[in-house]
């Protein structure tokens, strides 16, 4: 089992910055895929990002393309860097990790999520 805790959401003025983090424990190996998704009051969850440290590649939603930065610095902690905020950025920010390591944008390729961290951004 793997289980996922997100950390430093919080309210931010509109063109400020966030760093979010994501801690794992349990059988969880470098060979995985994290992303982050977002929820916004009465929407669905979307993808933000993704990344498998492994094979060096990451992803990201065109919506947060160039002011949002995912990395990982073991098989344990995952991060997204968050600039250049926007009210729309405005949600519960949840990590996932995926056994497969498959780079998907779909909820249904992970297999692990934690219980977000609430991102608000003022205007």
């Known amino acids: 089992q793997v289980q996922l805790v997100e950390s430093g959401g919080g309210l931010v003025q509109a063109g400020g910055s966030l760093r979010l983090s994501c801690a794992a424990s349990?059988?969880?190996?470098?060979?995985?895929?994290m992303g982050w998704f977002r929820q916004a009051p009465g929407k669905g969850r979307d993808f933000v990002a993704n990344?498998?440290?492994?094979?060096?590649?990451t992803s990201y939603a065109d919506s947060v393309k160039g002011r949002f930065t995912i990395s990982r610095d073991n098989a344990k902690n995952t991060y997204l860097q968050m600039n250049e905020l926007k009210p729309e950025d405005t949600g519960v920010y949840y990590c996932?990790?995926?056994?497969?390591?498959?780079?998907?944008?779909?909820?249904?390729?992970?297999?692990?999520w934690g219980q977000g961290t609430q991102v608000v951004v003022s205007s």
């Open positions: 996932a990790a995926s056994s497969r390591g498959f780079l998907g944008r779909d909820t249904n390729a992970y297999d692990y």
């Open positions: 349990g059988r969880i190996f470098s060979s995985y895929a």
């Open positions: 990344i498998n440290s492994n094979i060096g590649l």
